[in-house]
């Protein structure tokens, strides 16, 4: 089935936290996995995901760091993975896999955002790779798991991919970069993915989601200035559509009410903000509320999984390892 692309009246908002979207719903004996989630949106879905009774494994670049951030929250396990380095996503993958344990939700929160240019990997745009690409992997990699839990995997965009959709003639900007530019096409991934990994895994029984989580003040805009940072307020505040700063629990609410609400059930491949499905942006919307055309198109979604295969040699869906032949 497909899911359109319009609000279904959940009764939550701009300002419910993730206490109003989890009340009522008991996520004990699941797993969850959340990347980044040992600081700002990700470390709250954590103890969201935590206080409702998930197992929560979080994957972490700075490992140190998560376990000072995490403890006392839950149970919670931290792992090392650094999303950059494909390699580091394989041992991972590997670890987990070797735990013979079945995923029922997964949020790829962590990202990069308009960082200075940099590369990584065989030359890649680091936020295409560490956003889009590393999480491609990791899903691809986990897909046992993640088919064995039948759940769901949740894809933290944002309304940044309205400033791009994908450079599909110089995805890793070899011809000129723009940070804004590469950001907005790494958030249009973000959406891409979610969409066609759940054209391919609803026969599993798998689900997959997009969000915009709000305009937050997290870590994210750590490679901002602070002039930086005001224009970028000043551009959103002036949006027909702005609701204003959330907390961070009322921004990870979002991914929080996508990764375990019964109201989605039976639904997929669609993207949402302030808990709820979102509705196609108007035209010419910047920074806005909605979702951008090229960021629900299936056609672009299966060039952007085949895209990614090629570049990456992983798809769980030409081969039973995760790995094509």
């Known amino acids: 089935m497909t899911t359109q692309q319009h609000r279904i009246n959940t009764g939550f908002g701009a300002r419910s936290t993730t206490s109003d979207v989890l009340r009522g719903i008991d996520l004990s004996g699941k797993l969850a996995i959340v990347t980044g989630g040992y ?101 691809n990699r986990l897909w046992p798991a993640i088919e064995r839990g039948g759940g769901r995997v949740v894809s933290v965009s944002s309304n940044g991919h309205q400033l791009s959709d994908i450079h599909w003639d110089d995805v890793h900007f070899e011809r000129g970069y723009d940070k804004w530019q590469a950001y907005g096409q790494a958030k249009t991934a973000n959406a891409l993915f979610a969409l066609h990994l759940d054209t391919l895994g609803r026969e599993a029984g798998v689900r997959a989601f997009s969000l915009h989580p709000g305009a937050i003040l997290t870590q994210l805009g750590r490679h901002m200035s602070q002039e930086e940072l005001a224009e970028l307020k000043s551009t959103i505040a002036v949006s027909s559509t702005d609701t204003g700063l959330k907390t961070p629990e009322q921004g990870a609410a979002t991914q929080v009410w996508a990764a375990t609400s019964p109201q989605l059930e039976g639904m997929g491949g669609v993207y949402c903000e302030d808990c709820d499905i979102a509705e196609p942006a108007g035209k010419d919307t910047f920074l806005g509320s909605g979702v951008s055309p090229w960021a629900t198109d299936p056609e672009r979604a299966a060039r952007l999984w085949r895209l990614s295969a090629e570049l990456t040699g992983v798809d769980a869906f030409t081969s039973g390892t995760g790995r094509r032949p």
């Open 39 to 139: 600081s700002g949106l990700g470390l709250e879905t954590t103890r969201a995901l935590a206080g409702a009774g998930a197992h929560v494994v979080v994957p972490a670049r700075r490992r140190a760091t998560a376990q000072e951030a995490l403890n006392g929250v839950g149970a919670v396990e931290v792992e090392e993975l650094d999303l950059a380095d494909l390699e580091s996503v394989r041992s991972f993958t590997e670890r987990f896999l070797a735990s013979d344990r079945g995923i029922d939700l997964m949020v790829n929160n962590a990202g990069i955002m308009a960082c200075p240019e940099t590369r990584v990997g065989p030359g890649w745009e680091a936020q295409f790779a560490t956003n889009h690409l590393g999480h491609y992997v990791l899903v």
